[in-house]
């Protein structure tokens, strides 16, 4: 019944591998976030899909790349790790792309990198 | 403005009393606010809103209150409970395409 789940919760790995990270909502919004919370807690949107379509792209290395397959998952791949890379990654997802649509967040992933 | 250290802001009350977090925004354009609550090892869950339009939302033992002169947002929090324990935040937003900016956050803790 999670209305916003990602997978894995906990990531640990080296540095220069490439990981991927799942989310996938099942409220039937048509719009899917992806943030990045660093060790301060410090939150910020990296991308935005709106019916697999990239809406927001916040300058995030190109190491970064969110794949939506359909409008219920929206993942994210890392290529070549780095050790900043490490942080809590949080997907959410909302009704439409409108700003007063409510964003439900999923869990988060925590990343480490080694 | 916005603060920059080691440790977030912390707000420690006794349990029963009011809490008010604050947030400073920082775009004059920004025209729809939000409150999250962050616990530990989970995700941000939406409390509350407001559009500019307004100075002041209630909702269940939460209180908004907006102050667009100075960019000042405050949560307050009635008869703050131990489950209240969290990081907050503000969130603000000017356009559309779902951008949330949020703050720092303040860490609220809540003494039995």
């Known amino acids: ?114 | 403005g916005e603060s920059v250290g080691l440790h977030l802001p912390t707000l420690s009350v006794q349990e029963g009393d009011n809490s008010i977090i604050n947030c400073a925004y920082s775009n004059s354009a920004s025209d729809y606010f939000i409150w999250y609550k962050q616990e530990s090892g989970k995700g941000p869950q939406f409390i509350i809103d407001i559009r500019s339009n307004m100075d002041k939302r209630q909702g269940q033992r939460v209180t908004v209150l907006l102050n667009k002169t100075v960019k000042h947002l405050s949560l307050q929090i009635a008869a703050t409970q131990p489950g209240d324990s969290a990081v907050y935040f503000c969130a603000e937003t000017y356009n559309q395409g779902g951008k949330l900016i949020f703050g720092q956050g303040t860490e609220l803790s809540v003494k039995p």
């Open chain 1, 1 to 114: 019944d999670t209305a916003v789940s990602q997978t894995p919760k906990y990531l640990v790995t080296q540095m220069g591998n490439d990981k991927s990270i799942k989310c996938e909502q099942n409220l039937g919004h048509d719009t899917m976030y992806w943030y990045k919370q660093d060790s301060k807690k410090f939150l910020k949107i990296m991308f935005s899909y709106n019916n697999k379509e990239l809406i927001i792209n916040e300058t995030v290395p190109n190491r970064f790349s969110p794949k939506s397959p359909d409008k219920a998952h929206l993942n994210l791949h890392i290529n070549s790790l780095e050790l900043g890379d490490s942080a809590v990654y949080f997907c959410a997802s909302s009704q439409e792309v409108r700003r007063t649509d409510t964003q439900y967040f999923g869990p988060g992933t925590r990343l480490t990198v080694l």
